[in-house]
């Protein structure tokens, strides 16, 4: 069976950088705010660290999770139609 709409990759990295950047604007945190968190939670990172693997889009899994626990949410809208 073949997909009439085949996403690449940088599709999915740009979806998955808006999740955690919407997610960011929703608390009112920047880079700096985010790394002071982390840091709460044991995960040391630089802002300009977060700022590059966020603007990537290519970060593993546990970064985004990591950094969802570490921003207090609890849930996340996910709209998988792209």
């Not at 940088?10 to 840091?39: C, H, I, N």
């Amino acid at each position: 069976m073949t997909n009439s709409h085949v996403i690449i990759d940088a599709d999915w990295e740009d979806y998955v950088k808006r999740l955690l950047q919407v997610e960011l604007t929703k608390k009112g945190m920047k880079y700096p705010d985010l790394a002071k968190k982390l840091s709460e939670i044991g995960i040391d990172e630089k802002p300009e660290n977060i700022n590059n693997k966020i603007n990537r889009g290519s970060f593993r899994a546990v970064f985004l999770i990591q950094c969802l626990k570490a921003i207090g949410c609890k849930s996340l809208p996910i709209e998988l139609e792209m």
